[in-house]
C-alpha cells in the first residue's frame, strides 16, 4: 500500500513561481507512472502533467505547457512540479496520483490506483 504526500503549496502573486512536491511511501515508486491533478472551485478535477515510470517521458495539459515542469527523483520516492508564470486560473487543490500505466495518468482523473489528499495553490491578481 503506498501513500502520497504532497507540499509546497502556498499564496503566490501572479507571475510568481511555486514548486509542488509529492512524497510516496513504499519500495515500489519506480513501478508507478505520476501525475498531478487540480481542482478548482465549482469546477471539476482536472489532469496536469504526467511522467513515466523513469521519468523519461513527460505529458501536459495544453493550459499548463511552457509553464509547468514535472519530475521525479526515484531515489527520492518523490515526485515534483516547478510552476512558473502563475496565473489567477491556475489557483486550486493540487493532487498527486500514481497507477502502474502511463496511459491511465494521461488519460483523466479515473481508475488512478493512489491519491495524495492535495495542497492548495492560491494565485492572487
Known amino acids: 500500500q503506498a501513500q502520497l504526500v504532497e507540499s509546497g503549496g502556498g499564496l503566490v502573486q501572479a507571475g510568481g513561481s511555486l514548486r509542488l512536491s509529492c512524497a510516496a511511501s513504499?519500495?515500489?515508486?519506480?513501478?508507478?507512472?505520476m501525475g498531478w491533478f487540480r481542482q478548482a472551485p465549482g469546477k471539476e478535477r482536472e489532469f496536469v502533467a504526467a511522467?513515466?515510470?523513469?521519468?523519461?517521458?513527460?505529458t501536459y495539459a495544453d493550459s499548463v505547457k511552457g509553464r509547468f515542469t514535472i519530475s521525479r527523483d526515484n531515489g527520492k520516492n518523490t515526485m515534483y512540479l516547478q510552476m512558473n508564470s502563475l496565473k489567477p486560473e491556475d489557483t486550486a487543490v493540487y493532487y498527486c496520483?500514481?497507477?502502474?500505466?502511463?496511459?491511465?495518468?494521461?488519460?483523466?482523473?479515473?481508475?488512478?490506483?493512489?491519491w495524495g489528499k492535495g495542497t492548495l495553490v492560491t494565485v492572487s491578481s
Open positions: 496520483a500514481a497507477d502502474l500505466y502511463y496511459s491511465t495518468v494521461v488519460g483523466g482523473t479515473d481508475g488512478m490506483d493512489y
Open positions: 513504499g519500495r515500489t515508486f519506480s513501478s508507478y507512472a
Open positions: 511522467v513515466s515510470r523513469t521519468g523519461g517521458r513527460t
